[in-house]
């Protein structure tokens, strides 16, 4: 018998990435491959990437030189390209990189195993279709057991069209699965380990799927996921807030395996950048909305997403992000310079300078970080469930998630991954919480 080949992915950007690269490794299974946390072992590399930003583009190239040695060393390496910059510049890869062997996008990674072959007798292969079959009903299952976190991609695409942003044109159209399949790929999930399921979307809560009983709502898919025994927590990103159904904000008041963390971005408190962005909603709607929310779980722990120095952006429209932060006080967040993406309507207007921006990133990054540290502290002298995930680094310490999402970790807890206990808070550090069972 021979040696299974090895497959090293290596994966940037959002969560949906990482549920790729998990299903790419397992369609890639199929055709004798295992996963290795060593690339110089490897006899496959694929680069799951991100095009979000101009940053986040420029890295594959980079790292793609990077990969030159490997491929010296190993001349029977395959390099794959995967993702949303394969998606966007699939054949401008091929081009600019020789080394590249198989250009793959995020709509048509089931035929990796064909591609793979394709490859192996030293032909180049790009794919990047919006094919008409669904791509998740021909990849292959596992029995494999899982840790005590997972991830469910349930809505892919974006109608949206933020001026700024690249998604709808590197994943397409909104796109729903059946919620009879997820409820099935998550009882699945349930009975190899898994106690917290993400689902996850580009416009999450835009989801509407065929359940057994006509359309589900994210809401419904919610209602009909917590009654899977052994799931415990469910949680959903990213939502649009113009998505932000009644029966949504209900539900976290309602459903207790709910988690009480949302990720709702805004982009701007400025009425006026947020109509230049067609993000078709004001800043006060925006905040009755997170009121709605409040009031059906006091406790919601919200978390956002800014771009700063969209062009236009005054110092005035600034401010209005800066007053909307404070009125919300956020938990945690993700704020970001303003990157003009070729093909979207606001790479062509006026740009602001880069010192403007980096100004307002820092100004707004230290407003949030101070909330984030704030929120921490909060916490401290109260109990909270924490989903246990594995070891931490000093002996005897576990570490996990928070209902709310923030690191704890317990010393002398002797505790299995896919425990979950009530952990009374004793202190904040930058980035976690330490605690002790209850
Ligand atoms: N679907 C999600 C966001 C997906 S992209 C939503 O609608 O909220 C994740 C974040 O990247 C966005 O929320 C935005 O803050 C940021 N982003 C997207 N395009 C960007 C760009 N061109 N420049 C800077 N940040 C951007
Ligand atoms: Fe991008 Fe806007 Fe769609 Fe989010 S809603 S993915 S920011 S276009
Ligand atoms: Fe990036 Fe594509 Fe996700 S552009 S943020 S990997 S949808």
Known sequence: MTAPRKLFIKTYGCQMNVYDSERMAEALGASGYVTTERPEEADMILLNTCHIREKASEKVFSELGRLKPLKAANPDLKIGV???????????????????????????????????????????ALDTDFPTEDKFDNLPKTRAKRGPTAFLTVQEGCDKFCAFCVVPYTRGAEVSRPATRLLAEARDLADRGVREITLLGQNVNAYHGAGPDGDWSLARLIRGLARIDGLARIRYTTSHPNDMTDDLIEAHGLEPKLMPYLHLPVQSGSDRILKAMNRKHTADQYLGLIDRLRAARPDLLLSGDFIVGFPGESDADFEATMDLVRAVGYGQAYSFKYSARPGTPAADRPQLSAAVLDERLQRLQALLSEQQRAAQEAMVGHEVGVLFEKPGRMPGQMVGKSDHLHAVHVAGADLQPGAIRRVRITGSASHSLAGALA
């Open 82 to 124: 995967a993702g949303c910059v394969a998606q966007a510049e699939g054949a401008e890869i091929l081009r600019r990189a020789p080394l590249v062997d198989l250009v793959v996008g995020p709509q048509t990674y089931h035929r990796l195993p064909a591609m793979e072959a394709e490859i192996r007798k030293g032909n180049r």
